[in-house]
Each structure stands twice: as C-alpha cells, then as structure tokens.
C-alpha cells in the first residue's frame, strides 16, 4: 500500500548549496502534509508542515511546495548545512484521527 | 521545551512472553500514538488514542496489542505474547488536538528484540 512515496533513497549535496527532496501521493483525501528529519537511534523530529489549502509553506532554510494537481510535494532546504545530514520523511494524513501515513524517507548527506 | 519520553530504550524479551512499552506524552496534548518501524521498512501506523478510548487502530493492532492510560500522565502499549515478527522501534506521539495543526511529537522510541 504506497500511498506517500519517496522515490530516492539517498542525495548528497555540497555544504551550501539546495537539497531538494521530494514526494509523491496517491490518496486525494490526504488535507495535510508533514516532513520529518531522523537521526539514527532517534525518534523522528517535526520540521515543517503545509495544507492542502496552500502551495508553499516557508520556516527559515526550510520550504515545503505542494502541488495537489500532480500530487506531489516537495522540501528545500538552502543553504544546505552538514547539520542537515539525516533521513527525512514525508508523511501525510486526513480524517479525525490524523494517523500519518509515511514514506520510506531519503537519507540526505550534506558534504562540508 | 516539553517533549515525549519513552521507556525503556531498548527491551529484549522471548517469544511469547508479555511486554509494556511506557510512554509520557506532552502534557497538554489530548490525542496519543504508537507506531512501529520494522527495520528497512515504513514507519507503520497502529493505533490512536483519545479521550480514554481507542479512536482507531489499523490491521497490525489485533487482540495481542492493547493500550492504556492509567494515570494522567503515561500511555502505554502491551504486547501480551510477543511474536518474532514484533521486533521493531515503537515510537509513541502526542498531539495538541487544535483544529489545523496535526503535528505530532514522537519519543526517541523502545527498540523491542524478540529472541
């Protein structure tokens, strides 16, 4: 069951320069979109979040774009720091409970 | 800053015995979470929590799986007779349950070893 797909598992990026990560999904009743960062051996940590109701929600070097004809989302991150070296995860979510359906997450390495 | 705890961090049991995975959410927050990730594999939902009650619990949640609130303070999820196949991290969330912001706060996680 694919509902939020996140087609690259890896990308590597110089210091400085834009990670762009994206993800992909299915189900049109998803209202609600959230990126997560993870470290190993740790619980992943909220980073940003949109509405389907926007198409671009900004906080800080972060930006979430969201384009609900294509179904598709997509987190910038720029500058890119080695700080930011981790997995991220795309997740997505509708509904009263708002359980989140998840990606499989990217594994960003931002090289100094 | 407030944050989700979770214990133990890592809880190495046998094959059919019982398990309690302990978590405290944030203080305020008024729905809570378990979900798992098998490793290699997708964080999978299993089961949310509000106002004393299970208000959804997925395909993975059977009648080995329970969840508890017994104070006002920690939630828990019970594995009563563990299986191979639950090895995995269990992370607990919590959310603050205001209209428009679905964030979830997750705990570092328990890694359950099943031997």
């Known amino acids: 069951d694919q509902q939020v797909k996140q087609n690259s598992p890896s990308l590597s990026v110089q210091e400085g320069r834009i990670s762009i990560l994206n993800c992909d999904y299915t189900n049109s009743m998803f209202d609600y979109f959230l990126w997560y960062k993870k470290y190993p051996a740790e619980g992943p940590t909220f980073l940003i979040s949109i509405s389907s109701i926007k198409d671009k929600n900004e906080d800080g070097r972060f930006t979430v774009f969201l384009n609900k004809s294509a179904k598709h989302l997509s987190l910038h991150i720029v500058p890119s720091q080695p700080g930011d070296s981790a997995v991220y995860f795309c997740a997505a979510t509708d509904g009263n409970n708002r359980k989140l359906i998840w990606g499989l997450g990217t594994s960003l390495a931002v090289n100094p | ?115």
């Not at chain 2, 019970?78 to 912001?101: P, V, W």
């Open chain 2, 1 to 115: 800053e407030p944050e989700v705890t979770q214990t133990p961090s890592h809880q190495v049991t046998q094959m059919g015995q019982e398990v309690i995975l302990r978590c405290v959410p944030i203080s305020n927050h008024l729905y809570f979470y378990w979900y798992r990730q098998i490793l290699g594999q997708k964080v999978e939902f299993l089961v949310s929590f509000y106002n004393n009650e299970i208000s959804e619990k997925s395909e993975i949640f059977d009648d080995q799986f329970s969840v508890e609130r017994p104070d006002g303070s920690n939630f828990t999820l019970k594995i009563r007779s563990t299986k191979l196949e639950d090895s995995a991290m269990y992370f607990c969330a919590s959310r603050i349950g205001h209209r428009s912001s679905y964030e979830q706060y997750f705990g570092p996680g328990t890694r359950l070893t099943v031997t």
